[in-house]
């Protein structure tokens, strides 16, 4: 049989097929399966075969190419947060299959077995009836074509279905939007509490104190220099303003902290910034919960299957043990909290940290039960909301679910990794979404004008928009502490805040010239020799990166 559906326990289920869809409908899926897998052999291929699966999301590593070549036994599942997509590329046929049904717990299976290349989806089910029938679409392309024209054709549906809209068409009511296009992203880590967290659940009486890099005094000194040093347009975005800094005691944000001048010099300082001519908004969380929160109880917390709290075991942030905050509960802390601190003065893209690089949680708590889908539908009414109240709504990720409404994301992806089962990085989503949503590569292209030449040349490759973290660094002897680069930008001195906008003003000086091309799709990317890069973009611009020379050119 060439295209079949198989649960964990070895059940067939039927499917059924149109013109370009494959279904598995709900009504035949009983409870009790941890997953279905479908096949479907005429996209399977063998060692040798002219070209290549395309893999959207390599576990939030970017998206890769595995070719046909002749490879070790292996195989690899990924969650595909970033797009409900994959490809695959034969001598004579070349398809995009897009996920629509129950495709925000899809994971991606590919492996190859004695020569034999295999590739398929599988839902994960937790045990319960999902809340969607399981579809596939085929979207059947040339036979020549691409993983360039593979993300053209889902840019293309995302278009035509209405579930974004181009950046052209957006600024033009959407001034917010419009000013950050052609402004780099300046976040300023202000104050924190030791992490990892040594202090688990914190109190009043055992809370750690927090420490104080940049006052919102010294922000004015920052806004002096960018003026001095002719940075004309910038978002500045406030991290860690609210009550025990950066994480301190989510979701509790008032008051502002004291340690960093107070409310009175934080409203002083916003006025300050829209005087010289900047945009400056704030970080605020609608994910994460820590039990010194006066808001805090067992009721706000996400209960996973055995109807244990959920939280984030592998590290402690400055506010201790991170519980996962349902997200019902977090809508309404939201549409409590945003307006208050809206009326603070902030204004532009506002920033909500991971909302849209977390997995779409379910939470089993029988008071508050959500699904994946009741998720998203609540965190779209949190975005909506953000765009409403500030002009805009930013996060950390890109994961596609968020694609409605998401303005920036801090990055695309982590950097990625060298994979056997891997042949080639390639900027899938970038294609995809270029001309839609304003960006930065990967994570390590933070601060790029302190990092080196490659950096800058990724950043140029697919179009990114310049973003500059003050204080990326404040993990204490922890591993991840570099997981935005080892460089870093401070303030600690008059020397350092001078230095740290030079590099700033570096990126501005460039970005001036090419943030037109932001509201412009990107037609292809290809590597047309070892280490040389040609993007392509919709108004016939050629941007060549050459990372041999360590150096790049534009031309229309």
Same mark, same amino acid.
């Given at each position: ?279 400056i908004v704030c970080h605020t969380n609608s994910t994460d919960c820590y039990s010194i929160a006066e808001d805090f109880s067992e009721d706000i917390v996400v209960k996973d299957r055995n109807g244990d709290m959920s939280f984030r ?87 596609? *679910?968020?694609? !409605? =409404?998401? #303005? ?9 990794? +060298?994979?056997?089962? @891997?042949? &080639? ?107 040389? *890069?040609?993007? !392509? =973009?919709? #108004? ?9 020379? +360590?150096?790049?050119? @534009?031309? &229309?």
């Open positions: 049989m060439t295209l079949k559906a198989l649960s964990n326990t070895g059940k067939e289920f039927n499917i059924v097929k149109s013109e370009n869809t494959i279904t598995v409908k709900k009504s035949d899926i009983p409870k009790g399966l941890e997953y279905i897998e479908i096949f479907d052999e005429s996209l399977f291929a063998k060692a040798g075969d002219e070209g290549y699966f395309c893999i959207a999301d390599l576990d939030g590593k970017g998206s890769g190419l595995c070719f046909f070549n002749r490879k070790s036994n292996g195989k690899r599942v990924f969650k595909q947060n970033l797009m409900p997509i994959y490809g695959i590329k034969k001598a004579d046929r070349c398809v995009l299959v897009i996920v629509e049904g129950y495709k925000y717990d899809f994971n991606i299976v590919f492996e190859v077995c004695d020569g034999i290349y295999r590739i398929y989806p599988k839902f994960d089910l937790y045990g319960a009836v999902p809340f969607c029938d399981i579809t596939l679409r085929y979207i059947e392309l040339e036979p020549d074509a691409t993983y360039s024209d593979m993300a053209k054709a889902y840019r293309n549906y995302k278009l035509s279905c209405g579930q974004c809209k181009p950046l052209a068409e957006r600024i033009k009511n959407n001034r917010s939007l419009g000013y950050a296009m052609q402004a780099p992203e300046i976040r300023i880590r202000m104050g924190w509490k030791p992490a990892p967290a040594q202090v688990l659940e914190q109190t009043p009486e055992n809370e750690p104190p927090m420490k104080v890099a940049c006052t919102f005094s010294r922000v004015r000194d920052i806004i002096d220099e960018l003026k001095n040093q002719g940075v004309d347009k910038a978002q500045i975005c406030l991290v860690g303003w609210n009550v025990s800094g950066h994480d301190g005691r989510y979701p509790q944000i008032f008051p502002v902290e004291p340690a960093l001048g107070g409310e009175r010099e934080l409203k002083k300082l916003i006025s300050y910034a829209k005087e010289n001519g900047y945009r075991a592998d590290v402690a942030w400055s506010g201790g043990r991170q519980y996962h905050l349902c997200p019902k509960k977090a809508y309404e802390f939201a549409m409590r909290d945003l307006p208050a601190v809206r009326a603070l003065g902030f204004e532009g893209l506002h920033y909500i940290d991971v909302l849209s690089v977390v997995p779409l949680r379910w939470c089993y708590d029988k008071k508050h039960p959500v699904t994946s889908a009741d998720t998203l539908e609540i965190y779209e009414k949190i975005m909506a909301r953000s765009a409403e109240l500030f002009g805009g709504f930013a996060s950390e990720g890109c994961f596609d *679910f968020a694609s !409605k =409404y998401l #303005d920036y994301g801090l990055y695309v992806s982590w950097v990625p990794e +060298e994979d056997a089962m @891997i042949d &080639k990085h390639i900027p899938l989503w970038q294609m995809v979404y270029h001309g839609i949503i304003l960006y930065n590569r990967t994570t390590d292209t933070v601060n790029y004008t302190v990092k080196a030449e490659k950096n800058h040349l990724q950043v140029i490759e697919d179009g990114s928009r310049p973003s500059f973290y003050f204080y990326s660094r404040f993990l204490e002897g922890s591993h991840q502490d570099d997981w935005l680069g080892k460089e870093d930008m401070v303030c600690d001195t008059d020397e350092q805040l001078k230095y740290s906008v030079s590099k700033i003003k570096q990126a501005y000086d460039e970005y001036k010239n090419t943030c037109r091309l932001q509201m412009q799709f990107i037609e292809s990317h290809d590597e047309v020799s070892g280490g040389i *890069f040609v993007t !392509k =973009y919709s #108004d016939g611009t050629t941007v060549t990166v050459d990372y041999n020379r +360590e150096k790049y050119s @534009i031309s &229309k």
